[in-house]
Every structure is written in structure tokens, then in C-alpha cells.
């Protein structure tokens, strides 16, 4: 017994002169790794204007079918986006939602991203449907073009300068030899290449 007290003493005292590895939260918060998804954010452009087309691409994306969106076309009058609509609705589901991030990679435009927001407890259900004013940037403070990156660029390097991997529509070698029937449009069509690469095309008798 007393040697088990001597054992654990002597574990206390070879801690003492450590630093502790908790943190008074919330006092004080841990730094996030870089790919740490959390709230969404919807962004601006520099000009106040709100990113978001209305394209639904986050929405079709989502596995979870947390996002709603109700479209509405822009007019002179009022031009939102610089696109032809804008989102009128935007609300998240964020008791549907499991961070995949994959919304913010079908957003073509960097409208919406995933940041480092972790605090999300609420006490109604109803309160956890994020609406768009809840989202959405307050104007005039739009996040700079460089800081528009959620966790994308830590999930994914960029792409390599010289891809591995042949573009023939950028060698010029696409010959025609290799043209999909379906993507033409003509699903019973055979495509076959001569000696002098002219496509010399088939059709296939039923
Ligand atoms: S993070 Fe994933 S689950 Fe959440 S809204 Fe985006 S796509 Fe849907
Ligand atoms: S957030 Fe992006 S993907 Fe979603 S509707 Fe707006 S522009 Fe389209």
C-alpha cells in the first residue's frame, strides 16, 4: 500500500514541472486544425454583393438535405448577385447537418464555406434552422477573396501544374478514336479510327 502511495506521489511530481494540456475553456479556446469544419458562412463580393446565385448545386450535394433554397431572378431594380438570380431563402438544417463540407465544394462561386464556429447548442429545435440573415455577412464587411477558403484548401491540395495525366483537348491528340456514343447524343453509333486518324463512323445495325 504505501508503495502504491510513493508511486503515485512520485507521478504527481514528475508532472509538477510540466505545462498543463487543458484549457480553461471558455475562457479560452484551443487553436482549430486547419480542416476543421463548423458553421456555415455565406459571403459577399467586395461590392457587397451576395456570391450566392441561387444554383441549388450546395443543395443537391448535400447527403444530408439540410439546405433549402427558394430562388429569385434579379432585375435592375434589384440586383442581389451578379448572377441572373439570388438566394431569397437560404435556410440550413443544422440538426440535419454532419459537416461533410460538401456544399461548399459544389458552390461555384465560394458562396458558401464551412468555418471554425463550434458553438452551436440551443434549446429549440426550431433554433438550430439557421436562416440566411443568420448566415449570410453583414454588408460591408465582406470576407477578403483570399480568406473565402473554409476547410477546402486543407482537404485538398491544388491541383499539379503539369497533371499526370494527358489532356488531349490541350495536346491536340484527341483524334475522335476514343468519342463516347452517348455523348453525342447517339448511343447505337460505333466510332473507329482509320490509318490516317479521319474518324470513320459505323452505325451498328440492331
Ligand atoms: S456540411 Fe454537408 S450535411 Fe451540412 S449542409 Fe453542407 S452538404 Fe449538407
Ligand atoms: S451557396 Fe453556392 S452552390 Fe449554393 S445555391 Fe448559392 S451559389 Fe449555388
Not at 71 to 87: C, D, F, L, W
Not at 108 to 120: D, M, N, R, S, W
Request: contains cysteine; proline residues 8%; glycine residues 6%.
Amino acid at each position: 500500500m504505501a508503495s502504491d502511495i510513493i508511486k503515485g506521489l512520485r507521478t504527481t511530481l514528475k508532472e509538477l514541472g510540466n505545462k498543463p494540456t487543458t484549457v480553461s475553456y471558455p475562457e479560452e479556446h484551443r487553436a482549430q486544425a486547419a480542416r476543421y469544419r463548423g458553421r456555415h458562412v455565406l459571403h459577399r463580393y467586395e461590392n457587397d454583393m451576395e456570391r450566392c446565385v441561387g444554383c441549388f448545386l450546395c443543395a443537391g450535394a448535400c447527403p444530408a438535405d439540410a439546405i433549402y433554397i427558394e430562388a429569385e431572378q434579379n432585375t435592375e431594380e434589384q440586383q442581389v448577385s451578379p448572377g441572373e438570380r439570388y438566394a431569397r431563402v437560404f435556410d440550413v438544417n443544422m440538426l440535419r447537418c454532419i459537416f461533410c463540407g460538401y456544399c461548399q465544394q459544389a458552390c461555384p462561386t465560394g458562396a458558401i464555406t464551412l468555418e471554425k464556429e463550434f458553438e452551436l447548442a440551443d434549446y429549440r429545435a426550431e433554433d438550430f434552422i439557421y436562416h440566411k440573415a443568420d448566415l449570410l455577412e453583414p454588408a460591408g464587411s465582406p470576407s477578403p477573396d483570399n480568406a473565402i477558403t473554409g476547410s477546402n484548401t486543407a482537404w485538398q491540395p491544388p491541383a499539379p501544374a503539369d497533371p499526370p495525366l494527358p489532356i488531349p483537348s490541350r495536346q491536340g491528340a484527341f483524334d475522335g478514336s476514343e468519342a463516347s456514343a452517348a455523348a453525342v447524343g447517339q448511343a447505337a453509333l460505333a466510332v473507329k479510327p482509320n490509318a490516317d486518324s479521319e474518324p470513320v463512323h459505323e452505325s451498328v445495325e440492331e
